[in-house]
């Protein structure tokens, strides 16, 4: 029997029939007195978070809820449904699509903001650290510095100055220290002396400060992400399935791609 109950081993959950803990809590004192943001604190932190904490985490999750069918993870789910799938199959078509390239930048930037605070932290003065920081980071990486600029809200994601404020906020009553708002800034500022022209921060660098000043992982904040998009993905999966439609495309019929024999 050991060799069964040592199979998995988690500090997350301890049931037997007739009760459940959740990191020590029986479930029925959680169920009416939390909120889910402090209830996702909980499960990955091990601890409840105060009430500020648990504010700003909130702030985070709400603003990165949806962007549009036009977004990849949003338009497959929606294309799910006209296929026939049920919600689930369509949102786990949709989470699935959260990579590197679409859903991963929020994760990115909070790696760069640490690999910058580890060089403040060897007495690197922000704006050298932060100048260091994004070579190293475009060394390994490539050109593109996530977590700045939008092809599509120009010349500001409305979401971010919202989301920065709060930080600050959460800064002066001492919820946070705000070293990553200021490394997210410097980064800003870096961009815009290289290119002479606004590289504002969007949502990814928003939310990626709160996470790091909440003193989540790097990985954390994708995962972070992809509970955020679900709550968009649900919703327009679920339109869909009111609204209708049977096998609909990335495209409507009457138009067709392009044929290129030589490729």
Known sequence: MNDVADWWRTSIIDMEPGRIALRGHPVESLIGQVSFAQMI?????????????ARLLECALVAAVDHGPQAPSIAAARMAVTCGLPLNNAMASAVNMLGD??????????????KIAARIATGQTLQDATGAGVSDWRAEHGRFIPGFGHRFHKPVDPRA??????VDAAAQDGTVTGQFAHIARAIEAALQNEKGKPVPMNIDGATAVIYAELGFAAPL???????????????????????????????????????????
């Open 161 to 166: 100055p919202v989301l920065l404020a709060h």
């Open 41 to 53: 604190w909980l499960m990955l932190r091990g601890t409840l978070p105060s009430d500020a904490q």
């Open 101 to 114: 390239v679409h859903g991963g930048a929020g994760e990115q930037s909070v790696a760069l903001y640490h």
């Open 221 to 263: 904040a994708r995962g972070l992400f992809c509970l955020s998009r679900s709550v968009g993905i649900l919703a327009h999966a679920w339109e869909q399935m009111e609204q209708g439609g049977r096998n609909k495309g990335p495209t409507p019929p009457a138009y067709r791609w392009t044929f290129d024999p030589e490729s």
